[in-house]
C-alpha cells in the first residue's frame, strides 16, 4: 500500500452543482413537489467550497454530470485510504449509474481502485468514517455490514459496526463525526442501545447534538484541522466546539438538505485519511504553539 496521491496537504473532491436537483425521493428529506432554487445552490456550493480553500485545504472538482443529480455529493463516491478507494455499490438503482464517472476520476488520478462483492451495498465515505485508525461504520439503510467488516480485513483497520435506525439520519455521515482521534460529535437519536454503547466505549470524548441541531444537518461537517464547517442553525454546537479550541463556521446549505445532504456530502477527503485520521489531526484541548 502506498501513500494517497494527495498525501501532502488535506485535499478535498467537489462536484459542481450544475446538474443537481430533486429528480427522485430515495430518502425522507427528499419531495420532488419541493426543488431546489438552481441558482441559490450554486452560490452556497460555490461558497462551501471558498471555507474549504480558506480552511487550506485544495479543492479538485470532479465533472458533472446531466441526469446525475445527486453526483455533487461526492462524499459517497468511496472509501479513500492511502492509495486505495473503495468505491461505492449504491443501494438505489438511481445512484447506480454515477458508479462509473467516480470509478474514472479516481483512476485518472492516481488511485488504486477496489470493487467490493457486488452483494454487499455500500455508500463510501457517508456511511464509513475513521476516527483516529477505528473504522466506523454505519449499516442498514444504506451500506450492508457485512461490507465494512471486508473492508476492515482489506486494510487490516478495526471496524466498529453501528446501526443505523432513523430512516432521516440513513448515511453515518449525517449523524456522526469525526472531530479527531478520539473525539466526534453525535446524534444519539440516530442509533439503538448497541450502537450508543459501541460509540461510548470507543470514542473517548462523544459532543451529543440536539435534535433540533440534528436537523440542521451539525453532524455533517467539514472538518480541516480545528475549522469545521456546518450549514446554518448550529449556534449551541458552535458554542460547544469554540469551548473545545474548534474553529466553527456556518454557511447556508439548504438547497442541498432538500436533497438530504449537507457541508460533508458534498465533500471527499482525498489526502488518505478522513478528517480526523491520525495526520491532520488538531490537539481538542490546547492552544496552538507560538514561537515567540
Ligand atoms: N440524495 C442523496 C441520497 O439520498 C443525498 C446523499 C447525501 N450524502 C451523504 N453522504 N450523506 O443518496
Same mark, same amino acid.
Given at each position: 500500500?502506498?501513500?494517497?496521491?494527495?498525501?501532502?496537504?488535506?485535499?478535498?473532491?467537489?462536484?459542481?452543482?450544475?446538474?443537481?436537483?430533486?429528480?427522485?425521493?430515495?430518502?425522507?428529506?427528499?419531495?420532488?413537489?419541493?426543488?431546489?432554487?438552481?441558482?441559490?445552490?450554486?452560490?452556497?456550493?460555490?461558497?462551501?467550497?471558498?471555507?474549504?480553500?480558506?480552511?487550506? /485545504?485544495? =479543492?479538485?472538482?470532479?465533472? +458533472? %454530470?446531466?441526469?446525475?443529480?445527486?453526483?455533487? @455529493?461526492?462524499? $459517497? *463516491?468511496?472509501?479513500?485510504?492511502?492509495?486505495?478507494?473503495?468505491?461505492?455499490?449504491?443501494?438505489?438503482?438511481?445512484?447506480?449509474?454515477?458508479?462509473?464517472?467516480?470509478?474514472?476520476?479516481?483512476?485518472?488520478?492516481?488511485?488504486?481502485?477496489?470493487?467490493?462483492?457486488?452483494?454487499?451495498?455500500?455508500?463510501?465515505?457517508?456511511?464509513?468514517?475513521?476516527?483516529?485508525?477505528?473504522?466506523?461504520?454505519?449499516?442498514?439503510?444504506?451500506?450492508?455490514?457485512?461490507?465494512?467488516?471486508?473492508?476492515?480485513?482489506?486494510?487490516?483497520?478495526?471496524?466498529?459496526?453501528?446501526?443505523?435506525?432513523?430512516?432521516?439520519?440513513?448515511?453515518?455521515?449525517?449523524?456522526?463525526?469525526?472531530?479527531?482521534?478520539?473525539?466526534?460529535?453525535?446524534?444519539?437519536?440516530?442509533?439503538?442501545?448497541?450502537?450508543?454503547?459501541?460509540?461510548? /466505549?470507543? =470514542?473517548?470524548?462523544?459532543? +451529543? %447534538?440536539?435534535?433540533?441541531?440534528?436537523?440542521? @444537518?451539525?453532524? $455533517? *461537517?467539514?472538518?480541516?484541522?480545528?475549522?469545521?464547517?456546518?450549514?446554518?442553525?448550529?449556534?449551541?454546537?458552535?458554542?460547544?466546539?469554540?469551548?473545545?479550541?474548534?474553529?466553527?463556521?456556518?454557511?447556508?446549505?439548504?438547497?442541498?438538505?432538500?436533497?438530504?445532504?449537507?457541508?460533508?456530502?458534498?465533500?471527499?477527503?482525498?489526502?488518505?485519511?478522513?478528517?480526523?485520521?491520525?495526520?491532520?489531526?488538531?490537539?481538542?484541548?490546547?492552544?496552538?504553539?507560538?514561537?515567540?
Amino acid at each position: 500500500m502506498g501513500r494517497s496521491p494527495f498525501a501532502d496537504r488535506p485535499s478535498v473532491l467537489m462536484c459542481p452543482p450544475e446538474y443537481y436537483g430533486i429528480e427522485y425521493e430515495i430518502n425522507p428529506w427528499m419531495d420532488r413537489r419541493r426543488p431546489a432554487d438552481h441558482h441559490r445552490a450554486v452560490q452556497q456550493w460555490e461558497r462551501l467550497r471558498e471555507l474549504i480553500s480558506d480552511a487550506g /485545504a485544495e =479543492v479538485y472538482l470532479m465533472d +458533472p %454530470v446531466p441526469g446525475l443529480p445527486d453526483l455533487v @455529493f461526492t462524499a $459517497n *463516491a468511496g472509501l479513500v485510504f492511502q492509495d486505495q478507494v473503495v468505491l461505492s455499490n449504491f443501494r438505489y438503482r438511481q445512484r447506480q449509474r454515477e458508479r462509473p464517472y467516480q470509478k474514472q476520476w479516481f483512476v485518472q488520478h492516481g488511485f488504486r481502485t477496489l470493487d467490493l462483492p457486488e452483494q454487499f451495498h455500500f455508500e463510501g465515505a457517508g456511511d464509513a468514517l475513521f476516527c483516529g485508525e477505528t473504522l466506523f461504520g454505519g449499516y442498514r439503510i444504506r451500506s450492508h455490514a457485512a461490507g465494512h467488516q471486508w473492508i476492515g480485513q482489506r486494510f487490516g483497520c478495526q471496524v466498529i459496526p453501528v446501526e443505523l435506525v432513523n430512516p432521516f439520519y440513513y448515511h453515518l455521515d449525517t449523524c456522526f463525526c469525526p472531530l479527531a482521534p478520539g473525539v466526534a460529535m453525535y446524534f444519539p437519536g440516530a442509533f439503538d442501545q448497541y450502537g450508543l454503547r459501541a460509540l461510548e /466505549a470507543h =470514542v473517548e470524548q462523544l459532543i +451529543p %447534538v440536539s435534535v433540533e441541531e440534528a436537523r440542521a @444537518f451539525a453532524c $455533517n *461537517a467539514v472538518v480541516i484541522g480545528r475549522r469545521v464547517i456546518t450549514n446554518t442553525g448550529c449556534p449551541r454546537l458552535h458554542r460547544q466546539l469554540r469551548r473545545l479550541g474548534f474553529e466553527p463556521v456556518e454557511t447556508p446549505l439548504g438547497e442541498f438538505v432538500k436533497a438530504g445532504g449537507s457541508a460533508k456530502c458534498l465533500t471527499l477527503r482525498l489526502d488518505g485519511e478522513e478528517a480526523a485520521g491520525w495526520k491532520h489531526a488538531p490537539d481538542a484541548q490546547t492552544e496552538p504553539s507560538h514561537p515567540e
